[in-house]
């Protein structure tokens, strides 16, 4: 089994940083791509960056040139740095792995429980 334990979340005045973290723990061959969702308040949840295993980023439209994401596969952990944070940034973060438990296993999907984020004044 694999855990993977958010860590980052918080309020923020608009404008401001805040730096999300998820490490991943358990029985684990190999990490293919790290994401980072995000829900809001009655609102279907949407990919907002993610990362291949050789370092290859992508991100959501709404929140390209504010928002980095990296990742540290020594530590099996995925950063998500977030800056000149808006209003309709607020939402519960998820952290999402795609995780081979050995060279034979499929890939499974993993998620992390979720962490806060709003960006109010």
């Known amino acids: 089994q694999v855990q993977l334990v958010e860590s980052g979340g918080g309020l923020v005045q608009p404008g401001g940083s805040l730096r999300l973290s998820c490490a991943a723990s358990?029985?684990?061959?190999?990490?293919?791509?790290m994401a980072w969702y995000r829900q809001a308040p009655g609102k279907q949840r949407e990919l907002v960056a993610a990362v291949t295993s050789g370092g290859t980023t992508t991100y959501s439209d709404a929140v390209k040139g504010r928002f980095t994401i990296s990742r540290d596969n020594a530590k099996n952990a995925v950063y998500l740095q977030m800056n000149s944070l808006k209003p309709e940034d607020t939402a519960v973060y998820y952290c999402?792995?795609?995780?081979?438990?050995?060279?034979?296993?499929?890939?499974?999907?993993?998620w992390g429980q979720g962490t806060q984020v709003t960006v109010s004044s």
């Open positions: 358990g029985s684990m061959y190999s990490i293919n791509a």
């Open positions: 999402n792995a795609g995780v081979r438990s050995s060279w034979l296993s499929n890939e499974i999907n993993y």
